[in-house]
């Protein structure tokens, strides 16, 4: 099994996500998001999307476009962080956010956040709808948080909200 979500983690997870994204998400690319001036507002408006698990045809991981996630205003938290990375980058740039998935035995409690640079240097997430301010100085911490509720990490990675470029990979 650790091999498999390794595996999907690393590579069929982004590969699924850009494919049902340029087949059923396109139309949604010209949907205006909302415009944030704080980082309160960026909470304001995640506020507004309902979570809800990814179904069947998302094979339950799919990372949707902001868009989507905003017009339907519901998502997993796949879709809150890629929302919320979208809305951080177009009020600052320098936010720097980033995609941190954290693969998790059991598999229900795997989670992923939008982390982003916070202008003191250390770094924040978005856990869904909830802005945690923390004195994390990596994304090894951060993935340690997320994934204190549940029995083990398997792996965790950082991707580029945008492209869905792996930036970094860990197994454990």
Known sequence: MDFFLKWWLRTGRCG??????WLCERRYLSIA?????????????????TWTMDGPLHLYDCISYPQTTWTKKQDD???FASLAAELLHRLNPDYNPVLLTAVLQP???SHTVCAFTAPHGSLFFFDNYLLRRTNCRSYDEIAAKISQQAKRLVCWDVRNPFTLELLEF???
């Open 77 to 79: 938290c796949d879709g």
């Open 33 to 49: 998001l909302p415009t944030v001036n704080s980082l309160t507002d960026i909470e304001d408006a995640l506020r507004q999307v």
């Open 107 to 109: 598999v229900q409690k």
């Open 16 to 21: 699924w996500s850009r494919l049902r994204r």
């Open 170 to 172: 860990h197994k454990l």
